[in-house]
């Protein structure tokens, strides 16, 4: 490496010594013209053990990390989705913008429980579920049993496909089990501004409110295009205007759960005595 | 130096903006502007992403080997973004739903790319910082104008709020679907590029 390297800067040339020649000898240019080539200090970072060695150590640093602070805000990431279920439970509630969730949520819903092949429930023992998609597929249908001041509620997690992903539901029911006390929608990647108006329309979920699920033994909740409900029908409700996929969905979904529920719907109204609603009105005890 | 600086500030916001001029991050700009909220934590989003990766590539710039450069970019930025969103996850939880799938988008987005390829594989992490800074601020800066006009005529609102009065409605006026739709998007970004090309004549294609 003694020797050093001196480029002509006229024409390219390079010549090889401890000093540049007095003349170009391509193109005649004078000893000024002549710059000393600085080899790069250090790795050839062009070499393929380099390329190969830099990039498995970058894997190597890259995957730790990441692993590292997943594994370290996993207990935080997880309370927050249990936290964010629940907030959605008590908003079927009408319970909006609860500051305190945890809290008011022990309050208000009393059993976890899940439904019998006879409609009846049993009490739930395993852990607080955030995943109903899932229960859902294997059979496990959970019913939320909550106590409102003094009146009987019961909550249904719902699940289905909107237009671009996974949408979701809760339905709270009156003691008749038929009766709509309140209902929350949420999605995953529904349009700002049209599908994704099934979460944020305080209007649309309210409009729910107060209608009936059950017509004659099935489902008869509907999700009908935008303007076209029949005002005097118990069973029908408006679209979100311009996102009739969604509102599709939406309906697609009301039915697809609420059908699974029907022995728990039509069944009688819990323990004998305990019964708060109007049942024979609204469904049929045989 | 200083004035170096200030270039890499400031170019990228109007003369040299990336969604208008150099064409870059046009399908987020379509997918995230229906409304002006998301445009807005979008257009943040996105400035503290590149300007950080800009740094990041800008220290490492002397080792990647120029084989793998492209890789080694799209490693760094993957990696960042999948933390920043597993903190959001833990620590503002309520920010990451509003986020959902636009943070994932941030790692395709080409002005990303772009800027670490063009910019900070050349220079230095202080002027990176302010060159990714610069080019957050001009992409978030035409996402704001696209998602005023097309959450005002497509909703009547403005981050949620009714500007349009009810008699307006009462008195036959109509809020404009068109606007909310996707290719409303592309025809804006065509009219801002027009407003644009025609103060900056310089930019105009012979």
Known sequence: ?286 | MANKNNEALKQPIWVNNPVVVQILGICSALAVTSQLKPAIVMGLSVTIIVAMSNVIISLLRNTIPNRIRIIVQLVVVAALVTIVSEILKAFAYDVSVQLSVYIGLIITNCILMGRLEAFAMQNGPWESFLDGIGNGLGYAAILVVVAFVRELFGSGKLLGFQVVPQWCYDHGYLNNGFMIMAPMALILVGCVIWIHRSINKDLQEK
């Open chain 1, 1 to 286: 490496m003694a020797t050093k390297k001196f480029k002509c800067k006229v024409c390219g040339y390079v010549h090889e010594g401890n000093e540049a020649p007095e003349k170009c000898p391509l193109c005649g240019a004078p000893k000024s013209e002549f710059e000393e080539i600085v080899e790069k200090k250090g790795l050839d970072t062009g070499s393929n053990v380099y390329t190969i060695v830099y990039a498995a150590v970058m894997v190597v640093i890259v995957a730790f990390l990441l692993v590292f602070v997943s594994s370290t805000l996993k207990a935080r990431q997880d309370a927050n989705v249990v936290n964010d279920t629940k907030k959605q439970i008590l908003t079927s509630l009408n319970m909006r913008n609860v500051s305190d969730v945890a809290a008011t949520y022990d309050k208000y819903i009393k059993a976890d429980m899940l439904m019998q092949a006879d409609g009846t429930l049993a009490e739930y023992d395993g852990e607080f579920n955030t995943s109903y998609s899932t229960e859902f597929k294997e059979g496990n249908l959970h019913v939320f049993e909550a106590d409102v001041d003094g009146q009987r509620k019961f909550i249904i997690p719902m699940n289905g496909q909107g237009l671009w992903g996974a949408i979701w539901g809760y339905v709270a029911l009156d003691a008749d089990r038929t009766t709509v006390n309140g209902i929350y929608f949420s999605h995953a990647s529904e349009t700002p501004g049209l599908g994704a108006e099934i979460k944020e329309s305080v209007k649309f979920q309210e409009s729910f409110q107060g209608k009936m699920v059950v017509d004659n033994g099935e489902v008869g909740l509907k999700v009908v295009k935008a303007g076209k409900a029949d005002k005097n029908s118990p069973f029908q409700v408006d679209g979100v205007t311009g996102a009739t996929m969604t509102s599709n969905g939406v309906d697609a979904m009301i039915n697809k759960v609420l059908s699974a529920y029907i022995p728990f719907l039509t069944g009688q109204c819990g323990k004998e005595g305990e019964c708060s609603g109007d049942c024979e009105k609204h469904h049929n005890v045989e």
